[in-house]
């Protein structure tokens, strides 16, 4: 019988094992002792124009927001303009706007940064991840072969390649022309 090295051991044991970027910056953020005042959701979408509101779209309705703790770069939030977390409160016609951007957004994504795959959906409670759960959001994450699986990565701290200011500044003009067009 073949003796098996420690390397290979580990590789069997711990497959995707990867190096870990430290970012100290967001514990306070993650443990809540940072407690925003009011809904940041709301608050960008009483100042989408301003950069740091990170508001990528908007619309009577509904806003395109780049995720400001993302899990990979180009991590989207979809969001009704109007304060609530009760999904089935939301109109049909807030429901099609969503999904509209979403079509829309992940189209930008596609282009912009040629993922291999999303991850969409909404957390519904804080029981079920919504860190926000009182103002409903759709999440749209770009993914690539070797990235990791989804639900590691809701636990971890991720390497994102890219600053978020730089990711606005290269999804901004997208977005630009497709808020002229008055999809929604």
């Known amino acids: 019988m073949k003796k ?7 590789s069997e044991i711990w497959p995707q094992e990867r190096d870990v970027i430290e970012s100290p910056h967001r514990l306070q953020y993650v443990r809540k002792v940072i407690k ?29 927001v780049l995720n400001k703790y993302p899990y990979n770069n180009g991590h989207l939030l979809i969001l009704p ?11 049909d016609k807030n429901l099609i706007a969503m999904q509209l951007l979403t079509k829309h957004s992940l189209k930008i994504l596609k282009k912009v940064y040629k993922p291999h795959g999303f991850n969409t959906g909404m957390n519904l409670g804080k029981v079920a991840g ?7 959001h759709y999440h749209i994450i770009p993914r690539w072969g070797g990235d990791t699986n989804f639900f590691p990565l809701i636990a971890q701290t991720k390497l994102v390649v890219e600053t978020t200011e730089q990711s606005y500044n290269l999804l901004k003009p997208h977005f630009e022309k497709l808020e002229k067009r008055n999809v929604v």
């Open 81 to 91: 303009r109007k304060h609530g977390g009760d999904f089935e409160t939301m109109t």
């Open 130 to 136: 919504a860190g926000i759960p009182d103002h409903l």
């Open 36 to 64: 925003p005042r009011g809904c940041v959701f709301c608050a960008a979408s009483r100042n989408p124009d301003h950069p740091s509101s990170l508001v990528l779209l908007k619309s009577r309705t509904m806003l395109v």
């Open 4 to 10: 098996k090295s420690i390397r290979n051991l580990q």
